[in-house]
Each structure stands twice: as structure tokens, then as C-alpha cells.
């Protein structure tokens, strides 16, 4: 029988909080995670998404709401009597012991029978293709090698919930594509439920089903990947996704069916918003790079000037200024000499609508 | 022709400087010899002085006299089993009582203020602590009045004099050297380690079993084999806290008597190389135990 997972129905965050002193890493976290779902906590460094993931394994204790399995409460169990598996950011394998007996560290705790221990390790050896490296201890193994010796370590004890804590920031580029793969590629064959905390937007859109950025120890949206990345409902979330033009405005016009027009620096800018936006309020107006191209003066466009520009194989990535000081960066087909006087222009619904302070 | 060649093939090789100092030999290389000259002229002359005197008896006779009059006379070499009495057990000990305590330290906030207390024994030395022990421990001491007063005892107990003096003042000396030697062991281990082992299903007594303690035998053996030869070399509290015609006669004492009571230096110098090949044995021993574990670094990650 290959790796099976325990069966439950889901894991349910119910209003968790974590204080350190006066600091609220975590306010009011709820979450419901369905089995076999591949989540991704998405967020800057210091948003909770690690205290989150600690909460949910137990290392850290948490101080309000709490933490269901189905009808099991767990955030009162100790780390070793909830059996999540973990990976951790530095893989945490036991130096002293082979690649083999790491693997088997778990089911050894558990009492499992030599025969069926064996057996388990077999498979997990062969599910993260460590076939030959057995006996290596973890110093002898490279960056990509520890990390599939931690996935399969803990994956091997069958867990309900598997959780990942940046496991992809210690390898190298080349690797970590390949490693995400990996991961993509287990999750598939296993359906583990899976929780993954990343700070890189492309690590949690490429893996997860669903995402859940959070900000200051608060949940700020939770969705697919597709609808994070086309419909973020705030501009930090805008901003982790990509839209690193913010422009700050004056709304002069708001159709409320979703269209919304905003004066920046005397340009008329057009763009989707799913917000209420009074006229008159001050508004900011996100644009990705890619969407940001030369142009022609008219509607959606900003006179700017250009400031570096960087040769990027395809294509050229710009930065500018506008007149007032707003710094832009933009996509071009074609070098411009820094200095050089420019339009730049997105359509319309490229251009997403915040409202300040939302 | 033939010399122009050769002088571009020794212009464009490396030159005599650059090749030693491929193999780390240079100029810096030099800083080394003061510490050599140190390590010859306060340790290897003076050690090779005493082996040589050891062989030249006083009496005369045979080169090895000395050492078959140390392993003839029972008063003599009864001193090695009653020092090994006194200093391995005063070791294990300590090491015993080190790991609980280093485990909670290093969990602590303010470990520097510990630390401070720690060392302050060590800096006080052993004849300060024997001094305070005296009278600390005596039939009118603070412990035994203590004891007497509140019934635990009905008369004071024989603490000083005897081998228990010795025993209790080497603990006391000897711990804040273990301890403070544990601890940077144990706080050497990334605690991640001990996180997965509990994500994995391992208890706290199993992370210690199956975990820290793999991963710190090499540390506790070193630490062993340096509190173990201060403990061996007791002499101070030997002669203050013990009984030093009795059961605390150590052997620095057999070496101080033969050198400064009988005037027989190469005796003392014998009673001095036995002592020295005694410690040497238990440190070889242990250390060489140490390839039964694990030694690498004690943490997961490459970094």
C-alpha cells in the first residue's frame, strides 16, 4: 500500500491570535483548509505567516481562538501529539543520522514494525527520487538532496496536515524552480493537505490552490491564485502581487458598476475598483510593470521622465519619474535614453482602482 | 635562445614565496613563534627535564628504582586509586548535574548574570573555597548547627577531615568549569532539531535520547577529560578538607612529599610522570571512545 493519509475532512483556524508581549503577531486568524488542499500563507517578512504555521504544529503556543481538526481541538496537544509534518526553512535534519534513519525518525517514534518501517522508507526514498543516497549522512548531501530528505521525512508518517516553512529560500534559483516542482509534483501524486509559507508571490501562485496573504498578523485576502492575482481587494495585496505602480489621486468620477476615473498629477486615469469611492476622495491607481507601456498623451496617460534602463533579454524595464515625484516602472519595447521625456499609458483595465488607507 | 626561455619560464611561474604560501606558510606563519617558544620553554624543557631526573635516582641504583619503589610501597601507590576515587566520581557528577541545569539555562534571558556567578568560584580559587568549606562544614559550622537545631541530624555529621570534604570541595570547584563547558554544548545545537524531532512524534525524553544526546556525547567527553584532569590534580583542598595521611592522600601529595619532605626530586619527578601517564590513560581512553559518535557540526542546514 503506498503512502496513504490520515482521513479527516478539514483543519479549521477558529479565530487565533498570538501576542509576544504587547506585539500581536497574529489578531483573530480564521481559516477553514479542506483535505488535500495546497494553501499558501503569502506575506512579507513579520506578517505571521511563520507564527501562523508554528500555531498550527504546535512549537508555539497560541493565545486566543483555537485550532480544530475536524471535532478534534489540537492547539492544546503538544508538537508531538498533533503529527503534522513539518519542513523546516534549514531543513532541521539529525546530522548524526543517515538519510535512511532521518526518514525513519517518525516512524520510529511511533513504534512502527521493522517490516512495514522499511517498506514506508522505501517509498518515501522513491517518491522524492533519493534512490542511492540512503546511507549519506545530511552534510554529505547537497541543498536540493537535504530538502527532498525533509519532504520525505515528513511526509512519511502519513500526516493530516503537512506543513512547509519557506522551504525553497535556502537553494539557489536554478534549484528552487526545480524543487517547486518537486513539491508540485508530490502534492499531486499524495493529495497531502498541504500548508505553504512563502514570501515569494510566484512560489505561492505557481503551487497553491488557494492563497492567503496576510499583512501585520492580519488576514487580507484569501483566494485562488487567479483571483489574487487579477482581483486583489486591497492595495498591500495589489502591491504583493505585483503592481508596483501606485499612483496617488483624486477620485473625479466612480460609474459604481465597477469603473472609477481618478485625476493624478492633471492626468485622467480609468480603471477598474471594487470599492465605494466617493467623489472627491483620495484614491490610488495600481498598475503592474508589464501593463505600463510608452504611449501617446491622452486618457491613461502620465508624462514622466525616464530615469534607468535595464536590458532584460525580451524586452527593456524602464524607471521614471513624474513631474510631482511619483517614481514608475515600466515595460519597453525598445531603449530609451535616460533623461528622455515620455508618456506612459496603461488600458483600462489593467489600471486597478484602491482607496487610500482601505 | 635557450637562457632567454628559461628566464620567461621562471618569470611566468609562480615564485618560491607565492608556492609556500599555497601551502600556508607565510610571513603570518612567523606570529606562531613566540607561542612555540612558550610552549618549549615552559612545558616540553621542563617535562623532558623530569623524565630524565626521574631516571637518575637519588639513592643511585637502577634507572627505573624510582618507579619500582612507587609500585612497591602501598603507600604510594594506593595514592593513584585514591585519587581516581576521589576525582572520577566528583566528574561524573558534576556532568550529571550540569546537563538538567545547562538544559533549563538555555532557555534563560539573563544567562550573562549566571554566567557571572559561575565563574566567580573559579576566579576565588580552590584555597578560598576550602577556607570557607571549613567553616562552613564544621561540628559548629552554619550546615551541621542547621541540622542539629531543627532534629534533621542528632549530632553533626563528619564532613570535613575525611574523603567527604575532599569530595563536596572539588564539586563545588569543579562545576562552574563543567557547567559553563555543557552549556555552550548544549546551546550549540540548533533547536530546530529538536522542534522536528517533536513535529515527528518524539517525546521529551526521546528528543533527549534519540537527539541531543547523540549529538553531545563528543562535547560531554571533552568536557569530562578537562574536569576530570583538574579534579585528578587536586592538592589544595586534599590537604585543607581531607584526611592527607589517610583516605585523601592523592597522589600530588605522595609528589610533594618526596620533592619538598624527603628532597628527592627524582623521586618526585617519577611520582609526577606516573601521575601524568594515569590521566593521560583515562584521557585517551574517553577521547578515543568519542569515534564511537557522531562529531560533525550540530546542525542541519549547510547555511
Known amino acids: 500500500m503506498p503512502i496513504a493519509l490520515s482521513k479527516f475532512d478539514e483543519v479549521r483556524l477558529d479565530h487565533v491570535s498570538r501576542d509576544f508581549g504587547s506585539l500581536n503577531a497574529l489578531r483573530d486568524v480564521s481559516l477553514t483548509i479542506k483535505r488535500g488542499e495546497f494553501i499558501a500563507l503569502l506575506g512579507p517578512s513579520g506578517c505571521g505567516k511563520s507564527t501562523t504555521l508554528n500555531c498550527i504544529a504546535g512549537l508555539l503556543p497560541v493565545t486566543g481562538g483555537s485550532i480544530w481538526l475536524d471535532k478534534t481541538r489540537v492547539d492544546t496537544l503538544k508538537p508531538e501529539e498533533r503529527g503534522f509534518g513539518m519542513v523546516f526553512q534549514n531543513y532541521a535534519l539529525f546530522p548524526h543520522l543517515n538519510v535512511r534513519q532521518n526518514i525513519g525518525f517518525g516512524l520510529k517514534m511511533r513504534n512502527t514494525p521493522r517490516v512495514e518501517m522499511e517498506r514506508k522508507i522505501d517509498e518515501a526514498v522513491a517518491l522524492v527520487r533519493l534512490k542511492g543516497q540512503e546511507h549519506k549522512l545530511p552534510g554529505q548531501l547537497s541543498g536540493?538532496?537535504?530538502?527532498?530528505?525533509?519532504?520525505?521525512?515528513?511526509?512519511?508518517?502519513?500526516?493530516?496536515?503537512?506543513?512547509?516553512?519557506?522551504?525553497?529560500?535556502?537553494?539557489?534559483?536554478?534549484?528552487?524552480?526545480e524543487m517547486r516542482a518537486e513539491i508540485r509534483r508530490i502534492h499531486n501524486e499524495l493529495g497531502a493537505t498541504t500548508i505553504y509559507v512563502t514570501h515569494d508571490q510566484d512560489e505561492a501562485l505557481s503551487l497553491a490552490d488557494r492563497i492567503v496573504v496576510l499583512r501585520d498578523g492580519v488576514i487580507r485576502q484569501v483566494g485562488t491564485p487567479k483571483e489574487l492575482y487579477e482581483a486583489p481587494a486591497h492595495l498591500d495585496v495589489a502591491d504583493f502581487m505585483g503592481f508596483r505602480n501606485?499612483?496617488?489621486?483624486?477620485?473625479?468620477?466612480?460609474?459604481?458598476?465597477?469603473?472609477?476615473?481618478?485625476?493624478?498629477?492633471?492626468?485622467?486615469?480609468?480603471?477598474?475598483?471594487?470599492?465605494?469611492?466617493?467623489?472627491?476622495?483620495?484614491?490610488?491607481?495600481?498598475?503592474?510593470?508589464?501593463?505600463?507601456?510608452?504611449?501617446e498623451p491622452g486618457i491613461n496617460a502620465l508624462k514622466a521622465t525616464?530615469?534607468?534602463?535595464?536590458?532584460?533579454?525580451?524586452?527593456?524595464?524602464?524607471?521614471?519619474?513624474?513631474?510631482?515625484?511619483?517614481?514608475?516602472?515600466?515595460?519597453?519595447?525598445?531603449?530609451?535614453?535616460?533623461?528622455?521625456?515620455?508618456?506612459?499609458?496603461?488600458?483600462?483595465?489593467?489600471?486597478?482602482?484602491?482607496?487610500?488607507?482601505? | 635562445?635557450?637562457?632567454?626561455?628559461?628566464?620567461?619560464?621562471?618569470?611566468?611561474?609562480?615564485?618560491?614565496?607565492?608556492?609556500?604560501?599555497?601551502?600556508?606558510?607565510?610571513?603570518?606563519?612567523?606570529?606562531?613563534?613566540?607561542?612555540?617558544?612558550?610552549?618549549?620553554?615552559?612545558?616540553?624543557?621542563?617535562?623532558?627535564?623530569?623524565?630524565?631526573?626521574?631516571?637518575e635516582p637519588k639513592a643511585g641504583g637502577s634507572w627505573l628504582a624510582n618507579y619500582s619503589r612507587f609500585f612497591a610501597d602501598?603507600?604510594?601507590?594506593?595514592?593513584?586509586?585514591?585519587?581516581?576515587?576521589?576525582?572520577?566520581?566528583?566528574?561524573?557528577?558534576?556532568?550529571?548535574?550540569?546537563?538538567?541545569?545547562?538544559?533549563?539555562?538555555r532557555l534563560m534571558r539573563n544567562q550573562r548574570i549566571l554566567t557571572a556567578i559561575l565563574i566567580l568560584p573559579i576566579t576565588l580559587g580552590t584555597v578560598l573555597v576550602a577556607e570557607g568549606l571549613l567553616n562552613y562544614l564544621g561540628p559548629q559550622g552554619w550546615l551541621n548547627r542547621t541540622l542539629v537545631t531543627f532534629g534533621l541530624a542528632s549530632q553533626p555529621l563528619k564532613l570535613l577531615h575525611n574523603y567527604w570534604g575532599v569530595f563536596i570541595s572539588l564539586l563545588l570547584t569543579g562545576f562552574p568549569f563543567t557547567f559553563l563547558l555543557t552549556l555552550s554544548y548544549v546551546t550549540g545545537i540548533d533547536p530546530a532539531l529538536e522542534q522536528a524531532a517533536a513535529t515527528l512524534g518524539a517525546g521529551a525524553r526521546q528528543r533527549f535520547r534519540h537527539v541531543y544526546l547523540p549529538l553531545l556525547m563528543p562535547g560531554f567527553a571533552i568536557t569530562f577529560c578537562l574536569s576530570f584532569v583538574q579534579a585528578f590534580s587536586v592538592f589544595p583542598s586534599a590537604v585543607l578538607l581531607g584526611a592527607p595521611?589517610?583516605?585523601?592522600?592523592?597522589?600530588?601529595?605522595?609528589?610533594?612529599?618526596?620533592?619538598?619532605?624527603?628532597?628527592?626530586?627524582?623521586?618526585?619527578?617519577?611520582?609526577?610522570?606516573?601521575?601524568?601517564?594515569?590521566?593521560?590513560?583515562?584521557?585517551?581512553?574517553?577521547?578515543?571512545?568519542?569515534?564511537?559518535?557522531?562529531?560533525?557540526?550540530?546542525?542541519?542546514?549547510?547555511?
Do not use: C
Not at chain 1, 310 to 321: D, M, N, S, W
Open chain 1, 246 to 295: 501606485k499612483l496617488k489621486g483624486k477620485v473625479i468620477a466612480n460609474d459604481g458598476d465597477g469603473r472609477a476615473v481618478i485625476d493624478v498629477e492633471g492626468a485622467t486615469f480609468r480603471g477598474v475598483t471594487r470599492q465605494a469611492l466617493p467623489i472627491g476622495a483620495a484614491a490610488f491607481v495600481a498598475i503592474r510593470p508589464d501593463d505600463l507601456m510608452l504611449g
Open chain 1, 144 to 177: 536540493g538532496q537535504q530538502q527532498r530528505v525533509a519532504i520525505a521525512r515528513a511526509i512519511v508518517i502519513e500526516p493530516p496536515l503537512v506543513l512547509m516553512d519557506e522551504p525553497l529560500s535556502n537553494l539557489d534559483a536554478k534549484l528552487r524552480l
Open chain 1, 306 to 358: 525616464v530615469e534607468t534602463i535595464e536590458y532584460r533579454g525580451r524586452e527593456f524595464v524602464g524607471t521614471a519619474r513624474s513631474a510631482q515625484g511619483a517614481d514608475f516602472v515600466f515595460r519597453s519595447h525598445h531603449s530609451i535614453a535616460p533623461g528622455g521625456s515620455i508618456h506612459l499609458t496603461a488600458s483600462d483595465d489593467r489600471v486597478l482602482v484602491f482607496a487610500d488607507q482601505a
Open chain 2, 74 to 105: 602501598p603507600f604510594l601507590y594506593e595514592t593513584i586509586a585514591k585519587t581516581l576515587w576521589l576525582s572520577i566520581p566528583t566528574t561524573l557528577l558534576n556532568l550529571f548535574l550540569a546537563v538538567p541545569i545547562a538544559f533549563r539555562v
Open chain 2, 245 to 303: 595521611a589517610g583516605p585523601t592522600r592523592v597522589i600530588s601529595i605522595a609528589a610533594y612529599q618526596a620533592a619538598f619532605e624527603e628532597y628527592d626530586y627524582s623521586m618526585a619527578s617519577a611520582i609526577a610522570m606516573i601521575m601524568g601517564f594515569v590521566q593521560l590513560a583515562i584521557v585517551v581512553a574517553i577521547l578515543a571512545s568519542r569515534g564511537l559518535f557522531y562529531r560533525g557540526p550540530a546542525s542541519g542546514a549547510k547555511g
Open chain 2, 1 to 55: 635562445m635557450h637562457s632567454t626561455s628559461q628566464a620567461s619560464h621562471h618569470d611566468h611561474g609562480p615564485s618560491l614565496r607565492q608556492r609556500l604560501a599555497a601551502r600556508g606558510l607565510d610571513a603570518v606563519t612567523l606570529l606562531v613563534l613566540p607561542a612555540a617558544l612558550f610552549l618549549v620553554l615552559l612545558f616540553i624543557y621542563p617535562f623532558a627535564f623530569g623524565l630524565v631526573l626521574s631516571f
